[in-house]
């Protein structure tokens, strides 16, 4: 991991910290002013002993997701959200130059690599993908309507980590009315279990005044 740590430090930090990220360990972390956080993540897979493969992973945590999840520990204070309670998430992607297997299909086609004779490539390629395209995007999809967009897209491969209907409901709970919110409760797919939560939990999130 420190071979990865240093080529972090070197290359991701400076981007992420100019934008208000803050590391910890291999993972970067920004939350906006109503508590939607997003964490960028980068882990290592041991594959190849002449490089240092790794994901960089970026993940999303709506602040009313983040409550839903911890809902039964409202009353006593939730703890501080992290990357366990990620409703969207997706793969940064590397560029042919700077990927493993560029080839690759499915997963694979995600890993980033570096050696000693492309490191300084790499990190470049890296630091400028997340200046010129990643950080733009999280911009987007740190907006509700915008991350409930990518959400409902059919584009493949999907950002969503839970259903449609369920992700819709919890992220728009305080922007939809509650007619809207019943006619989506309405819908098959959904179970009593669910529903009955739900409206409780949203009923108390009303009340609170969050």
């Known amino acids: 991991m420190k071979i990865l740590n240093d080529f972090l430090r070197e290359y991701v930090t ?16 920004f939350k906006n002013e109503s508590g939607d956080s997003v964490f960028l993540t980068f882990s290592t ?30 009353e006593a204070g939730l703890p501080p959200a992290d990357s366990s309670g990620v409703l969207a998430a997706y793969s940064v992607l590397p560029p042919d130059s700077c990927a493993h297997a560029p080839t690759a299909p499915g997963l694979a086609r ?21 200046e010129a395209e990643e950080l733009p995007r999280i911009g ?40 809207q919110k019943e006619a989506l409760l309405a819908v098959p797919e959904l179970d009593d279990t669910f529903r009955r939560d739900y409206r409780e939990w949203a009923g108390n999130r009303a009340k609170s005044g969050v």
């Open 14 to 29: 400076p981007v992420m910290s100019a934008a208000g990220f803050r590391k910890k360990g291999a993972e970067y972390r």
């Open 45 to 74: 897979t041991r594959i190849d002993p002449e490089a240092c493969v790794f994901f960089a992973t970026c993940s999303f945590v709506p602040e009313p997701y983040w409550e839903w999840l911890n809902r039964q520990h409202v």
């Open 110 to 130: 995600a890993r980033w690599a570096f050696g000693g004779r492309n490191r300084s490539i790499v990190g470049a390629g890296l630091a400028g993908q997340l």
């Open 140 to 179: 987007r999809l740190l907006v509700r309507p915008g991350l409930l967009a990518e959400i409902t897209s059919s584009r493949s491969p999907s950002v969503r980590r839970w259903g449609v209907v369920q992700s819709e409901l919890v992220l728009m709970v305080d922007d939809y009315t509650a007619q």
